[in-house]
T-cell receptor
Framework: TQLLEQSPQFLSIQEGENLTVYCNSS?????LQWYRQEPGEGPVLLVT?????EVKKLKRLTFQFGDARKDSSLHITAAQPGDTGLYLC?????????????FGRGTSLIVHP | KAGVTQTPRYLIKTRGQQVTLSCSPI?????VSWYQQTPGQGLQFLFE???????NKGNFPGRFSGRQFSNSRSEMNVSTLELGDSALYLC??????????????FGPGTRLTVL
């Protein structure tokens, strides 16, 4: 069972469309992070959200952390081909006295020109 | 500042062999973590090293091991390779030890194919 469930798994859209991807859990997280991974590269951190209800904007990307800190969403406005990639959410899980980052399986986004 | 580097980028091995992957963290970073990424399981935590000590280990068999040197460079080793070990192995470095709010910088990964 995946601790962080991401949906949808795949998304194929045209340039200019809006989209939202989700990251859900039955557990409470002290923080959640969103990464984007492009083909042939490692993930790159986009944002960290730490407060329930928090909304952060990064240009055309809007990230929200749920009030109960169990879920998060990423909304992209007017998607561009450069937004293509695998979007991963991650959260810290306490194990053996320290935190292990746990990742969702990701949403693979393709934006067609 | 140079990013995280991993060598080699691609590797092909056969079942039963062993392999060693290398990771050089960002200068000044003392924490190095390793991950396995596969289409089926996603990105899974292997282990983390901080100041040459393994601080945490994920749920992987003992065939997966690692170490960190005094200059923070890290290696991971997989012995007795199995077909299921084919994956992208990612290394990430960070400055802080506290991972509650931590920024990890990932390398480009080593693509391992086991035949």
């Amino acid at each position: 069972t995946q601790l962080l469930e991401q949906s949808p798994q795949f998304l194929s859209i045209q340039e200019g469309e809006n989209l939202t991807v989700y990251c859900n859990s039955s557990s409470v997280f002290s923080s959640l992070q969103w990464y984007r991974q492009e083909p042939g590269e490692g993930p790159v951190l986009l944002v960290t959200v730490v407060t329930g209800g928090e909304v952060k904007k990064l240009k055309r990307l809007t990230f929200q952390f749920g009030d109960a800190r169990k879920d998060s969403s990423l909304h992209i406005t007017a998607a561009q081909p450069g937004d293509t990639g695998l979007y991963l959410c991650a959260g810290p899980v306490l194990s053996g006295g320290s935190y292990i980052p746990t990742f969702g399986r990701g949403t693979s986004l393709i934006v067609h020109p | 500042k140079a990013g995280v580097t991993q060598t080699p980028r691609y590797l092909i091995k056969t079942r039963g062999q062993q392999v060693t992957l290398s990771c050089s963290p960002i200068s000044g970073h003392r924490s190095v973590s390793w991950y396995q990424q596969t289409p089926g399981q996603g990105l899974q935590f292997l282990f983390e090293y901080f100041s040459e000590t393994q601080r945490n280990k994920g749920n992987f068999p003992g065939r997966f091991s690692g170490r960190q040197f005094s200059n923070s460079r890290s290696e991971m080793n997989v012995s007795t390779l199995e077909l299921g070990d084919s994956a992208l192995y990612l290394c990430a470095s960070s400055f802080y030890r506290d991972r509650v709010i931590d920024t990890q910088y990932f390398g480009p990964g080593t693509r391992l194919t086991v035949l």
